[in-house]
T-cell receptor
Framework: SAVISQKPSRDICQRGTSLTIQCQVD?????MFWYRQQPGQSLTLIAT?????????ESGFVIDKFPISRPNLTFSTLTVSNMSPEDSSIYLC????????????FGEGSRLTVL | RKEVEQDPGPFNVPEGATVAFNCTYS??????FFWYRQDCRKEPKLLMS???SGNEDGRFTAQLNRASQYISLLIRDSKLSDSATYLC????????FGSGTRLSIRP
C-alpha cells in the first residue's frame, strides 16, 4: 500500500488565477496519476506523471492548462492554470502498484472551487 | 462510447438483500479489472481486484467475462455500511473508471 498526502485539501480561488496542488507519497513509485472528479461524476484521468520524462496527457487535457511536475519518485505537482468556474472539481493524486496495471491508491483529494 | 460503462443507479435496497452491479469495457487490450468503493466526500478505495477465474471476499463476489467484456460485482446480505458509490475500472496501461453506481441500503 501507499500513503499519499495532498495539499491543499480545499481552496477557493478567483477566476483567472492558478493553483498548484502537491502530492507526496511515503514510498518511491514509478507512476503517478492525476484524476479529476467533477461534482456527481466519476473519475477522469488527466495525465500520467512520469519521473524523468514529460507527463502524458489524456484527450481533452493539455499541458498549458494542467502543467505537471515530477521531480522525484515520491512527489508530484499539478497546476490548474487560468482557472474558470468549470475547473471547480476534486483533483486526486494516485499511485499505482504493479507497473501501472496494478491497483491504485488515492490521496484524499483537493477540492477546488473557482468563483 | 465511453471506454467503461456502468449503470449509475441509484440502487435502493433493503438490508439483507443481494445486489449485483455490471460494468462493460470496450478496450479489448484491458488486462486488469477492479472494483473501487467511494464513500461520500472521500477518496476511492480498492474493494477488490477481479480475476479471470472470479474471486470472492466474504460477502463480495467479482466476476470477469472476457468474451462479453464485462465485469460484475455481487454483494450478498447487504449491510447499511455498504451504502456507497461503487466504481469499476479496467486497465491496459492506466485505469479507466466507469461513472460509478450509487448504492443505498435502507433498514
Amino acid at each position: 500500500s501507499a500513503v499519499i498526502s495532498q495539499k491543499p485539501s480545499r481552496d477557493i480561488c478567483q477566476r483567472g488565477t492558478s493553483l498548484t496542488i502537491q502530492c507526496q507519497v511515503d514510498s518511491q513509485v514509478t507512476m503517478m496519476f492525476w484524476y479529476r472528479q467533477q461534482p456527481g461524476q466519476s473519475l477522469t484521468l488527466i495525465a500520467t506523471a512520469n519521473q524523468g520524462s514529460e507527463a502524458t496527457y489524456e484527450s481533452g487535457f493539455v499541458i498549458d492548462k494542467f502543467p505537471i511536475s515530477r521531480p522525484n519518485l515520491t512527489f508530484s505537482t499539478l497546476t490548474v492554470s487560468n482557472m474558470s468556474p468549470e475547473d471547480s472539481s476534486i483533483y486526486l493524486c494516485s499511485v499505482a502498484t504493479g507497473g501501472g496495471t496494478g491497483e491504485l491508491f488515492f490521496g484524499e483529494g483537493s477540492r477546488l472551487t473557482v468563483l | 462510447r465511453k471506454e467503461v460503462e456502468q449503470d449509475p443507479g441509484p440502487f435502493n435496497v433493503p438490508e439483507g438483500a443481494t445486489v449485483a452491479f455490471n460494468c462493460t469495457y470496450s478496450n479489448s487490450a484491458s488486462q486488469s479489472f477492479f472494483w473501487y468503493r467511494q464513500d461520500c466526500r472521500k477518496e476511492p478505495k480498492l474493494l477488490m481486484s477481479v480475476y479471470s477465474s472470479g474471486n470472492e471476499d466474504g460477502r463480495f463476489t467479482a466476476q470477469l467475462n472476457r468474451a462479453s467484456q464485462y465485469i460484475s460485482l455481487l454483494i450478498r446480505d447487504s449491510k447499511l455500511s455498504d451504502s456507497a458509490t461503487y466504481l469499476c475500472g479496467s486497465s491496459a496501461s492506466k485505469i479507466i473508471f466507469g461513472s460509478g453506481t450509487r448504492l443505498s441500503i435502507r433498514p
